[in-house]
T-cell receptor, first 116, second 114 residues
Framework: GDSVTQMEGPVTLSEEAFLTINCTYT??????LFWYVQYPGEGLQLLLK?????DKGSNKGFEATYRKETTSFHLEKGSVQVSDSAVYFC???????????????FGQGTILTVHP | NAGVTQTPKFRVLKTGQSMTLLCAQD?????MYWYRQDPGMGLRLIHY???????AKGEVPDGYNVSRLKKQNFLLGLESAAPSQTSVYFC?????????????FGEGSRLTVL
């Protein structure tokens, strides 16, 4: 079945440090890949997505590139801020055609804490 | 614009009690979902709906029931609560299915079963 594996957390960084959160996946077919972010006390919200191989999703200084050859979608940011402290979820969805639901499969989440 | 609203936000139950979580969305979305979030396990899909009057089972449906009588509402019921159902529950909606459309999440409902 489809699955998503994220790097173990929590991750603690100082402000302006470089961030990488690893995400690898297994999927039947050709998945779309997503990063969702959950700020304290809130629901998840879409951070970025990529729908085909070699696509790069980007938003708010975060980037992730869909690497089919390594089945990866690592999240990166060049300079993190305290406000980036949150839980980050990698997810995938495989469209099976027609009116297929294409459910989202989530990784376990990575807690990021950024100190001033 | 309220988006996705869940009620109640907190609830404590005793084993065997029943309750209903209400999810309401004002974006005219076709798809609605109920997830549960447990530490170290990410989000797991309980039930979902692809339109008014339809429901389907997700990964972990046992012990839960759902109804979608109106397009904007998706109810999650626990008929006989168990401690294993202690979790944070998230409702989400999307215009299209999850493979192409963004999911919009509510703020969550924290349920504790004693």
């Amino acid at each position: 079945g489809d699955s998503v594996t994220q790097m173990e957390g929590p991750v603690t960084l100082s402000e302006e440090a470089f961030l990488t959160i690893n995400c690898t996946y297994t999927a039947t077919g050709y998945p779309s890949l997503f990063w969702y972010v959950q700020y304290p006390g809130e629901g998840l919200q879409l951070l970025l997505k990529a729908t085909k191989a070699d696509d790069k999703g980007s938003n708010k200084g975060f980037e992730a590139t869909y690497r089919k050859e390594t089945t990866s979608f690592h999240l990166e940011k060049g300079s993190v801020q305290v406000s980036d402290s949150a839980v980050y979820f990698c997810a995938l969805s495989v469209y099976a055609g027609g009116t297929s639901y294409g459910k989202l499969t989530f990784g376990q989440g990575t807690i990021l804490t950024v100190h001033p | 614009n309220a988006g996705v609203t869940q009620t109640p936000k907190f609830r404590v139950l005793k084993t065997g009690q029943s309750m209903t979580l209400l999810c309401a969305q004002d974006m005219n979305h076709e798809y609605m979902y109920w997830y549960r979030q447990d530490p170290g396990m990410g989000l797991r899909l309980i039930h979902y709906s692809v339109g008014e009057g339809t429901t389907a089972k997700g990964e972990v449906p046992d012990g839960y029931n759902v109804s979608r009588l109106k397009k904007q509402n998706f109810l999650l019921g626990l008929e006989s609560a168990a401690p294993s159902q202690t979790s944070v529950y998230f409702c989400a909606s999307s215009l299209q299915g999850g493979s192409t459309g963004e999911l919009f999440f509510g703020e969550g409902s924290r349920l504790t079963v004693l």
